[in-house]
């Protein structure tokens, strides 16, 4: 089951955090509270439960399909399926297609930065280690992706 977080902001935002770590969970579900920029945290502890949850699949099933969040939080070191597998994947289907998937991850390895842009992620971001730090890049990411950011369409809805 994935970890909802809800806050009092009215914009209706909704994040998909796919991390394993449970400190990195606390410390990005904290950065976001710190901001009020989202309502809804949604944590997926692997790259099969974030797949299972975009798709309303498997322990999923019940979610409706249509309500994709606004955008994606991916570490790439993840256990079951790799951060790039989940990109990938999500990448591969017309519903997602097009949803900002945002990489935070700690690795600062090239292959891992050429790999996420080769399979279409939005932005590649490394997780800064200190709290103030960190909270001002959740800030950041949050106006951006959240509030600045022009979504496109719904597949079929042009």
Do not use: C
Request: glycine share 6%.
């Amino acid at each position: 089951m994935p970890m909802r977080t809800e806050s009092s902001n009215a914009a209706g935002y909704t994040l998909l955090l796919v991390e394993d770590n449970p400190d990195d969970v606390e410390l990005t579900r904290r950065a976001f509270a710190k901001h009020d920029i989202i309502d809804t945290l949604v944590v997926a502890r692997d790259g099969e439960e974030a797949l299972e949850y975009l798709f309303a699949t498997g322990r999923y099933a019940h979610r409706d399909p249509e309500a994709l969040p606004h955008a994606v939080l991916l570490d790439l070191k993840l256990p079951r399926l790799s951060g790039l597998d989940v990109l990938r994947r999500i990448r591969a289907h017309a519903a997602t297609r097009h949803l900002p998937v945002i990489v935070l991850t700690t690795s600062r390895e090239p292959s891992d930065i050429v790999g996420s842009y080769d399979l279409g992620a939005n932005s590649f971001v490394r997780k800064p280690v200190d709290f103030a730090q960190f909270a001002d890049a959740a800030r950041q990411l949050g106006l951006y992706w959240l509030l600045l950011n022009e979504r496109a369409p719904r597949a079929g809805t042009l």
